[in-house]
């Protein structure tokens, strides 16, 4: 699979403004949340633009017709916490019928692996497109292990959205699970010395939670 078909950059001007105001150290956690939940739907909006389609027949108050609605597939939302809970309000308005799922993971400072500490999924994952979401994509070890279990658990149509990714972490997905399509407003320069995506935001909890 190539670059292109492994990830989509969200260019859409609105997209854009939003992220350089959330990028911005002096924007307020209350505003980043609300800048997050905003930039969440559009993003939404993309990684949803190939659901299928079927007709319903129905009547407008002029004449009865075939209209497009969706075919009724499962969704499931998968929130990687902490931050993941950040994308999930908005996407929720737009898909309000979504099915949601957490995965809990934090990194073991001796292995320095990912060690799960929490997981409640919703059922039937394999009939599901299941979205994965985490603001951040950084060093790819927390996404590709949260995929890593989500594939244990029976799903096979899975995306992944983030509102930010580092090369690095697109190639740590991408050799680990090529088939997971990335959905992200921006594939940023790199990460440094201490795992942050630069040129960044930098710790997106801490920045939606107001904590340090
Ligand atoms: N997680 C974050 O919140 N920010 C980064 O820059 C990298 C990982």
Sequence with gaps: MSLAEHLTVVRHPLVQHK???????????????????????????????????????????????????????????????????????????????????FVGLYRDEETLKPVQYYCKLPTELGERLVIAVDPMLATGNSSVAAIDLLKEQGATDIRFLCLLAAPEGVERMRQAHPDVHIVTAALDERLDDKGYIVPGLGDAGDRMFGTK
């Design 19 to 101: 992220l350089t105001l959330m990028r911005d150290r002096d924007t307020p956690t209350a505003v980043f949340r609300q800048l997050l939940r905003e930039i969440s739907q559009l993003l939404a909006y993309e990684i949803t633009g190939q659901l299928a389609m079927t007709t319903r027949r129905i009547e407008t108050p002029v004449q009865p017709m075939d209209a497009p609605a969706l075919d009724g597939r499962k969704l499931a939302l998968v929130s990687i916490l902490r931050a993941g809970n950040g994308m999930l309000d908005g996407m929720l308005e737009l898909i309000p019928s979504a099915r949601v799922g």
